[in-house]
């Protein structure tokens, strides 16, 4: 049972055009999801964070919006440059016991020069 | 460096071998984690590591699998009797104050 899920393996965009990343998660108990970047070869990096009591969050060209009604979060890149080319991850967290990170299935984008 | 290491970067072994992995988390960092990604999966939660608590093991796969923190700080991952199914990149992580986890480069793993 996959509850957090990137629908879309791939996804390409012009420099300079937004990049949208989606990411839909089945568990309303999450408080805190996150987007992490990953380059071949490296462990994913943080890129930005949001709780479940926003609905938005905001860091240079990076924006995540959060939908808790439709249980939906995004990651728009404005503008897109070609260094944001990598997998991007979502990943919610389980605030029961132990803080536990379900990650989703991540996204590859490439944006094209 | 001040991130976090992980050892040995690659590992081809034979099927049925133990296998150990090494992490070196960031110095300070009381959380701990264990992910593996498999081919065109996700990052699969293993186990987790905080402070002196007893360890959340209830990711690990099999009881092949274990792992421990000596001194509250480095983490060693032992795979035993290893399978050819357990070959995937192994991640680790360690978090301080806030929700940032912080990853390894990982160890790919090959098991022939």
């Known amino acids: 049972d996959q509850q957090v899920k990137q629908n879309s393996p791939s996804l390409s965009v012009q420099e300079g055009r937004i990049s949208i990343l989606n990411c839909d998660y089945t568990?309303?108990?999450?408080?805190?999801f996150l987007w992490y970047k990953k380059y071949p070869a490296e462990g994913p990096t943080f890129l930005i964070s949001?709780?479940?009591?926003?609905d938005k969050n905001e860091d240079g060209r990076f924006t995540v919006f959060l939908n808790k009604s439709a249980k939906h979060l995004s990651l728009h890149i404005v503008p897109s440059q070609p260094g944001d080319s990598a997998v991007y991850f979502c990943?919610?967290?389980?605030?029961?016991?132990?803080?536990?990170?379900?990650f989703g299935t991540g996204t590859r984008l490439k944006v094209l020069a | 460096g001040a991130g976090v290491s992980q050892s040995p970067s690659n590992k081809v072994t034979e099927k049925g071998k133990d296998v150990e992995l090494r992490c070196d988390p960031i110095?300070?960092?009381?959380?701990l984690y264990w992910y593996r990604q498999s081919l065109g999966q996700g990052l699969e939660f293993l186990i987790y590591?905080?402070?002196?608590?007893?360890?959340?093991k209830s990711g690990l796969p099999s009881d092949r699998f274990s792992a421990e923190r000596t001194g509250g700080s480095v983490s060693t991952l032992t795979i035993q009797r290893t399978q050819q199914e357990d070959s995937a990149v192994y991640l680790c992580?360690?978090?301080?104050?806030?929700?940032?986890?912080?990853f390894g480069p990982g160890t790919r793993l090959l098991v022939l």
């Open positions: 590591f905080q402070g002196n608590s007893a360890p959340d």
């Open positions: 110095s300070g960092h009381t959380a």
């Open positions: 992580a360690s978090q301080g104050v806030g929700e940032t986890q912080y």
């Open positions: 568990n309303s108990m999450f408080d805190y």
């Open positions: 949001i709780s479940s009591i926003k």
């Open positions: 990943a919610a967290r389980l605030p029961s016991g132990t803080y536990k990170y379900i």
